[in-house]
């Protein structure tokens, strides 16, 4: 296709209250009658506002020299969008009233496309049920938000932190020139170690603006059947979206376990979802903008202008350790449990055996910390899990070397016998222990026991550890850790009734039983064929 030139204009788009939403459009120099892309971001839609703004408008230009219109909308309440923003509560509503405003545009043709990352995919979502939405794009994001914040029912502590760090340093940041724009992450982590150093979570929001630390304290304090909460589960279902979706994400996204719960969820719909993960994180977001446009050109190409699909599977994994890209018919694809055994004294091996109860303490005072993994955070991904095997609060399995490759795609869990005298967690994390040494993460998950739960007696839980797709290779062992957190990806545990109001910080006693009729099973969706 010959690229077309473009041209912009900006926009004021009335929403409901009397306010407008500030946007631009970029014009495709066409005499057709062209679809048209939304993106609707509240980090800026040009660059004007920033780093990110910028790529925003060079992919909007893009796209529009690929003939379609493209609408970028600065979201309610940010940057020069009149209103106040409140995450998420104003989404529908908004989106909807664009869709109003191109109904009367001489020049819509009726077709629109959605695409972008994280928050830009959550406005997705919101209005995925319109008419005249055919065809969705989001990156590393899900409809789940409830589930996002609160995994496993405990807060991601380090996700409020730092998004909130994000909104509030984006907007004192809107009017700087972007030669200072590569201080942004510097202060947004200089923020958030404030705000980790405050002596009790709530107090962390007086490191905000007025507005952002009042959101804070609403997110984190807000219990599951508050209006917020209530309005963000009232999403659409899954049977209403007649949209194609193409869902892209990272298997150390914190978004990872909710889109594949929405890509399940299509699929039950009797939907055709396209999948595609890459070993990326969150942070990984500005390199997939950048580098998946020519995926969404295809993508838009055909389900918006008709032209024929690119012959491939619908389901495209990145299987770290192998490093290389599998394609699937289907998520996830046909594999075969395979359990390994955590036994007394250290072992994981393909035979339980009895022995004496394994424990250790927890101190929320020292908590366990997050190193790697599914973090909201630019650590997050395969890093070195060996600070966290010297601990003493960490109980380390390790297998023998493997004799032949072991490739795990799918849900990884852990079927534990465990007790505790106070309110408590059990976080687990897979690992890789490399010949030469080097451990690397591959994924973790946790399970929260409330105080009620905590009677001191034996009692049987799993733990999801999140899902993978990882070849283990010969002379490769797998190594399980253990442990009783890993703040502030999950706040830590007070060892009370709620760490967010717990004035004293209480250690806890945690124990793994080992019985060979109820066995702690680690068990990996192994796929035959790979081996």
């Known amino acids: ?18 306010i407008s939403l500030a946007a631009d459009h970029y014009q495709p120099q066409s005499d057709e009658r062209c679809p048209t892309i939304v993106i609707r971001t509240p980090y800026g839609r040009n660059w004007r506002h920033g780093y990110f703004g910028m790529v925003v408008g060079f992919l909007a230009r893009w796209m529009a020299a690929h003939g379609y219109h493209v609408i970028v909308q600065d979201v309610r309440g940010r940057f020069d969008s009149e209103g106040t ?24 043709n009726g077709v629109v496309g959605m695409w972008g990352s994280s928050y830009l995919g959550i406005v997705q979502w919101a209005i995925a049920d319109a008419p005249e939405i055919k065809a969705l794009m989001p990156l590393i994001t899900s409809s789940r938000l409830y589930e996002i914040v609160f995994p496993d029912g405990v807060l991601d502590f380090g996700l409020l932190l730092r998004w909130m760090a994000i909104l509030d340093t984006g907007e004192t ?22 705000a980790m150093q405050q002596p009790h979570p709530l107090e962390s929001a007086n490191r905000y603006s007025a507005h952002f630390a009042d959101l804070f ?34 298997w150390f996204d914190f978004f990872l376990r909710g889109m594949l719960q929405d890509y399940a969820d299509l699929v039950a719909a009797g939907k055709s979802p396209h999948l ?6 969150h942070f990984s977001h500005l390199f997939l903008m950048l580098n998946t446009p020519k995926t969404a050109l295809a993508w838009f190409d055909t389900h918006l202008k008709g032209k024929p699909a690119p012959a491939a599977p619908p389901v495209r994994l990145y299987v770290m350790g192998e490093e290389k890209w599998r394609s699937f018919d289907q998520y996830p694809p046909a594999s075969k449990t395979t359990p390994f055994y955590l036994n007394s004294g250290g072992q994981l091996s393909a035979h339980a055996v009895t022995g004496a109860p394994d424990s250790f303490c927890y101190d929320p005072q020292h908590p366990t910390p997050i190193i790697g993994g599914t973090q909201f955070s630019p650590d997050a991904g395969r890093r070195s899990s060996r600070q966290l095997v010297r601990r003493a609060d960490v109980l380390v399995y390790t297998s023998a ?5 072991l490739t795990v795609i799918g849900q990884v869990a852990l079927d534990l016998t465990v007790s505790a005298d106070g309110g408590a967690d059990f976080w687990a994390r897979l690992c890789d222990l490399t010949p030469n040494g080097r451990l690397i993460t591959v994924c973790d998950g946790l399970y929260h026991l409330k105080p ?21 290779k010969t002379g490769h062992a797998l190594v399980l850790l253990v442990s009783g957190g890993a703040h502030p990806r999950w706040l830590r545990n007070s060892g009370g009734e709620n760490p967010l109001t717990d004035a004293v910080l209480k250690p806890v006693h945690h124990t793994l039983y080992y019985d060979l009729d109820c066995p702690n099973t680690l068990r990996l969706p192994v796929i035959p064929d790979a081996n």
Request: proline share 6%.
């Open 217 to 250: 304290r609403e997110w984190i304090t807000a219990d599951a059947d508050a209006p917020i909460w209530q309005k963000v589960n009232s999403a659409i279902p899954m049977c209403d979206v007649n949209a194609p979706v193409h869902l892209v994400g990272g």
């Open 452 to 472: 009620d739960q905590c009677s001191g007696s034996p009692q049987r839980i799993t733990v999801d550890l999140w899902a993978t797709a990882y070849q283990f």
């Open 401 to 405: 070397p493997l004799r032949e490759p």
């Open 173 to 194: 940041r809107r009017a700087r020139s972007l030669l200072t724009g590569g201080g942004l992450l510097l202060e947004v982590q200089w923020q958030v170690r404030r």
């Open 276 to 281: 595609t993960i890459g070993g990326w994180g």
């Open 1 to 18: 296709m010959t690229r077309l030139s473009t041209r912009v204009e900006a926009v004021r788009i009335p929403v409901i209250g009397g």
């Open 85 to 108: 923003f409140e995450p998420y509560m104003h989404e529908r509503e908004d989106g909807l009233a664009l869709l109003d405003w191109l109904r009367a545009q001489s020049w819509f």
